[in-house]
């Protein structure tokens, strides 16, 4: 059981958009920085987005991140199919002193 | 750019031990804090311990405290992740991760596979 609250699976058409969720608490989203990572199959993660809305040199603004509250959102539009992937949302957790993840996300892109 | 390059994984019996290294290049080793991140196949990203940049304070997971230890040598730009009382359970791949700060890892090795089988 993840600390963090993501949906198993997402789904949507080539184009389209879509959202994945990240749902924590005050000791962990609702104080700390998100951070949302993709992994496509095979490969190691690799960051998507930093500081809850930030994106890393050469990821498309096609990808966004927001966060309010206790909860965390990664958006993504212009669908394609090599955005089918695992996403995880992670953060520090205040009161655990832990890192903690989400437990995933599946990407398909219909 | 950055290298992070995982070794020294393998198969080892129930109760045994194993140590990781991470050997990094392309940055200032000594300026960030390092993580291991691990994997089993099939699952999510489950945390295991990070460590600051010059050591002196490391975290773990409950899941592996008092059996894991993290340590690193900035001399020689590697990580570690000495790994006693491995149980089955521990079987999975190890990542080592460059730290923005603890939460947020910038950059991922390649990950080492690490089976803990009779």
């Known amino acids: 059981q993840s600390v963090l609250t993501q949906p198993p699976s997402v789904s949507a058409a080539p184009g389209q958009k879509v959202t994945i969720s990240c749902s924590g608490s005050s000791s962990n989203i609702g104080n700390n920085y998100v951070s949302w990572y993709h992994q496509l199959p095979g490969t190691a993660p690799k960051l998507l987005i930093f500081d809850n809305n930030k994106r890393p040199s050469g990821i498309p603004d096609r990808f966004s991140g927001s966060k309010s509250g206790t909860s965390a959102t990664l958006g993504i539009t212009g669908l394609q199919t090599g955005d089918e992937a695992d996403y995880y949302c992670g953060t520090w957790d205040g009161s655990l002193n832990v890192v903690v993840f989400g437990g995933g996300t599946k990407l398909t892109v219909l | 750019e950055v290298q992070l390059v995982e070794s020294g994984g393998g198969l080892v019996q129930p109760g045994g031990s194993l140590r990781l290294s991470c050997a990094a290049s392309?940055?200032?080793?000594?300026?960030?804090?390092m993580s291991w991140v691990r994997q089993t196949p099939g699952k999510g990203l489950q945390w295991v311990s990070a460590i600051t940049t010059g050591g002196d304070s490391t975290y773990y997971a409950d899941s592996v405290k008092g059996r894991f230890t993290i340590s690193r040598d900035n001399s020689k730009n590697t990580l570690y992740l000495q790994m006693n009382s491995l149980r089955a359970e521990d079987t999975a791949v190890y990542y080592c991760?460059?730290?923005?700060?603890?939460?947020?890892?910038?950059?991922w090795g390649q990950g080492t596979l690490v089976t803990v089988s009779s």
């Open positions: 392309g940055f200032i080793f000594s300026s960030y804090a």
């Open positions: 991760a460059k730290d923005r700060f603890f939460g947020s890892s910038a950059s």
